[in-house]
């Protein structure tokens, strides 16, 4: 699919966001964009830790919540302006 800052926009309208922009890694502090749900607690993590470290977490975890399409549709959003 030919993603459009219009495709972007439409999905952005359907798809709510759990993770918000004051939400931050627990490894180096930048913007979290993965949560992880584990049985002892929730971890949250940017993009480079949570793939970094994505097969332990998913041993750990019973849910996780990846938004790093949120980066892509920025970048789209923002080209189109």
């Known amino acids: 699919m030919n993603m459009t800052a219009e495709t ?3 999905q ?4 709510e966001y759990v993770l918000k922009v004051i ?3 627990d ?3 930048a913007q979290a964009l993965v949560l992880v749900k584990g049985v002892t607690g ?3 993590f940017c993009g480079h830790h949570y793939a970094k470290n ?3 977490l998913h041993e750990f975890s019973y849910e996780v919540i990846d938004e790093r ?3 892509v549709q920025n970048r789209l959003i923002g ?3």
Do not use: P, Y
């Open 54 to 56: 994505e097969k332990a």
């Open 12 to 15: 952005q309208v359907e798809k």
């Open 8 to 10: 972007v926009e439409e």
């Open 23 to 25: 939400d931050r890694c």
């Open 69 to 71: 399409e949120k980066i």
């Open 79 to 81: 080209s189109a302006n």
């Open 27 to 29: 490894s180096c502090g």
């Open 42 to 44: 929730e971890l949250m």
